[in-house]
């Protein structure tokens, strides 16, 4: 089993989480395996996806060598019933001290939700591991620039809106990672066609990522 440390190993050096929110659970299985052919090796399953406690347990079984965490965890309750199920790390959309508590008695890593420099501030200084900066692609690279003078040291993942078009530009701009949604999975994912759609963005998003670290 790997420990807080290691966990947090793999997720800044692959970068890539890829969120998983769907509307049926059925289409859970499907999309995880369709991903890990791709090459990601970070999954999230969020809490409003239908059956997401069920859905990490089996993941943890599927795939031993896959970090499987919980996103869109707004409240203790969903925390709890995350690490319950065997989430090896929790992702916020908020910043929330009672949170961060628990994924910090839990000894896993949490990467919290923030969008302002207070916010930031904020889940630093109640434990966060990482900065989940939501809603990034809104607000683009050069409000990542202007963090970076107070935040030179922080590790913050990008997260919302980011799509196989901007990539490159954000990991040119020294992101620490990436969150990707719906630009690699449709919530409304559930036919052939879908899951062959899945596993080549998902190979396209892990090439775009590292030809944007060659470029570094």
Do not use: C
């Not at 990601?40 to 965490?69: H, M, Q, S, V």
Request: charged residues 20%; without cysteine.
């Amino acid at each position: 089993m790997k420990g807080k440390e290691e966990i947090l190993d793999v997720l800044v050096t692959e970068k890539l989480v890829a969120v998983v929110r769907l509307n049926q659970q059925a289409f859970v299985q499907p999309v995880l395996d369709r991903l890990v052919a791709g090459g990601i090796k970070i999954l999230e399953i969020t809490t409003n996806t239908p059956g997401f406690r069920t859905e990490i347990k089996n993941a943890r079984l599927r795939y031993p060598d896959i970090l499987i965490g919980a996103g869109t965890v707004t409240n203790t309750h969903l925390a709890e019933h995350a690490i319950a199920s065997g989430a090896q790390f929790l992702v916020t959309p908020n910043t929330n001290k009672e949170i961060v508590e628990i994924a910090v008695n839990a000894n896993i890593p949490i990467l919290m939700g923030a969008l302002t420099p207070s916010e930031i501030s904020d889940a630093l200084s109640y434990g966060a591991d990482i900065i989940k900066l939501f809603p990034a692609g809104q607000f683009g690279t050069s409000y990542l620039n202007a963090l970076r003078g107070p935040f030179k040291n922080v590790k913050i993942f990008a997260v919302g809106g980011i799509g196989l078009d901007t990539l490159a530009e954000w990991v040119q701009a020294g992101i620490d990672g990436l969150g990707i949604g719906s630009s690699l999975v449709k919530a409304t994912a559930s036919t052939a066609e879908d899951m062959k759609e899945i596993e080549d963005l998902a190979k396209q998003f892990i090439k775009g990522l590292r030809r944007g670290e060659d470029i570094i």
